[in-house]
């Protein structure tokens, strides 16, 4: 093959969600980083702090809150206002993962 032929793929940053371990694209997933004041949720996925990713649905969601694997993974500890802003964050989300092209 010359370097005509060959087709370059483009790289898929893939990330693993907190809750249910399975392996997704980085932009089919939410990410939660820990910053000074606290918990959020990063839609740009660019915020400075350590962060976790998790499924864009209430399963997936509801399972990292009730285990602590937000914490784990944050290695912090959520405040009683985190956990209501995920909560509420949450519950705007599909109840179950739904398929997605990257």
Not at 16 to 21: K, L, Q, S, V, Y
Not at 70 to 82: C, G, K, N, P, V
């Amino acid at each position: 093959m010359s370097k005509q032929q060959q087709v370059r793929h483009k790289h898929t940053p893939q990330r693993t969600c907190i809750a249910c371990r399975a392996v997704a694209g980085k932009r089919g997933l939410v990410r939660l980083v820990r910053t000074a004041g606290g918990v959020q949720v990063d839609p740009s996925g660019k915020l400075a702090g350590r962060g976790a990713y998790l499924h864009p649905s209430q399963e997936c969601w509801q399972r990292a809150l009730e285990s602590r694997r937000i914490e784990q993974a944050l290695r912090t500890r959520l405040s009683q206002t985190d956990r209501e802003l995920l909560h509420t964050y949450m519950a705007t989300l599909p109840e179950t993962v739904t398929d997605s092209v990257e």
